[in-house]
């Protein structure tokens, strides 16, 4: 738990750390507060599906939009803008009903304002944190991302229950730009300079499969969870199934925890592949008819892992500069790849856990030829976890 302390005495790390968390609430607030809203005006449950649906698209393009332009833009300057246009979404939402062009224009662009703050978070500490660190910073990135989605919706139920479901649009609103000016506070100066020993890049060739073979692994990840959301609440009821979920969410974050101190990036590979089998293992067992709460907190665990090693990968593919456009990249795969899986879910429930795991057994198969050449091609890339001087 050194390393922990270590990360959190660092001001502009404790900053950026709390401002990934807050700007993580707006992210779980923003859908059921249009839900919720669209129901409170009248609309009907396809009113509220369609607008649900246009946040999801706003999101996934926001985010790829700003981690593109996260390599050519300070984040101080480029967050808070976006940030701004989720107050514009907010009036928008809060004058529209039903699908409505107001309703509609302010769900699209509800997601597309969203601050990219992890992404940001990522990319600044891909170059500030020293490489034996870096775990611990990622898996405090996971862990209060996390917390950040499960109290998004927590708040937007509670304004909803007390007849305040109107307030909900301009308080998500409200903390994405507070997250974005605590990030502006807390990257005030340049980046630091690449730690000896990160390299600024694997040959062309290899990269470019790494990545695509970590765009894989999240995709099929996402695949999975996207199966889980229909397949779990449909077999196991709601009481069953809001254990499970909330279990998975505390599995990853305890896993995330535990692991993150106690690793380096030498193990980001073993991590990786070890996490993504284990997650193939997990949807394979529930075709056979496993409990869904038992294999939710596996889940979870095995997703903290897979999670990790990815993160420590990324950084040994792209150079650090390119961490948050890819980063976002992969956020938004996952995304798309969760609305397939909901959607094979829904149409194939008996092939959905079948396809989820052989995707990921696949996944993890590429991952494992793929990353081992990077290995052999370029040794010094696993040096990333020297310091810098002044931190001996």
Excluded: C
């Excluded at 979870?300 to 593919?317: C, M």
């Amino acid at each position: 738990m050194r390393t922990y302390g270590r990360l959190l005495r660092q001001p502009s790390t404790a900053v950026s750390l709390i401002a990934a968390l807050v700007g993580a609430v707006p992210i779980g607030m923003w859908p059921l507060a249009i839900v919720l809203g669209a129901l409170d005006a009248g609309g009907s449950a396809a009113d509220a599906g369609l607008l649900a649906a246009v946040f999801g698209a706003g999101n996934a393009i926001g985010v790829v939009t700003q981690g593109a332009l996260l390599a050519r833009v300070r984040a101080s300057v480029l967050l808070p803008a976006f940030a701004v246009l989720g107050l514009v979404a907010a009036v928008l939402l809060h004058g529209g009903s039903g699908t409505t062009g107001a309703a509609l224009a302010g769900s699209a662009l509800a997601g597309l304002a969203i601050p990219a703050i992890t992404p940001a978070v990522r990319g600044r500490f891909a170059t500030s944190v020293p490489g034996a660190d870096r775990p611990g910073a990622y898996a405090l990135v996971n862990v209060l991302f996390q917390a950040g989605i499960a109290i998004g919706p927590l708040v937007a139920a509670a304004l909803a229950s007390t007849g305040f479901v109107a307030v909900a649009p301009a308080l998500a609103a409200a903390l994405g730009l507070g997250a974005a000016l605590l990030l502006a506070a807390a990257h005030r100066g340049r980046p630091a300079a690449a730690p000896a020993g990160v390299p600024a890049h694997v040959g062309r060739t290899v990269a470019g499969r790494g990545v695509l073979v970590l765009l894989g692994i999240a995709a099929s990840a996402g695949f999975g969870i996207g199966t889980l959301q229909v397949l779990v609440p449909v077999r196991s009821g709601a009481a069953a199934s809001g254990a499970a979920f909330a279990l998975l969410a505390l599995a990853e974050v305890a896993g995330a925890v535990l692991v993150g101190g106690r690793v380096g990036p030498r193990s980001a590979t073993p991590m990786l592949l070890a996490g993504t089998a284990v997650m193939a293992g997990v949807y394979l067992v529930l075709v056979a008819g496993a409990g869904a709460v038992t294999a939710a907190v596996v889940l979870g665990l095995a997703t903290a892992v897979q999670s990790l090693g990815s993160a420590l990968l990324l950084d040994r593919f792209v150079p650090p500069t390119r961490v948050p456009a890819v980063f976002a990249v992969q956020v938004a795969v996952l995304i798309v790849g969760a609305a397939i899986g909901s959607l094979v879910a829904g149409t194939a429930p008996d092939a959905a856990f079948l396809i989820a795991g052989g995707l990921l057994l696949v996944a993890a198969v590429v991952a494992a030829v793929t990353t081992r050449r990077a290995v052999h091609r370029r040794p010094a890339a696993l040096g990333s976890d020297v310091r810098p001087a002044h931190a001996r």
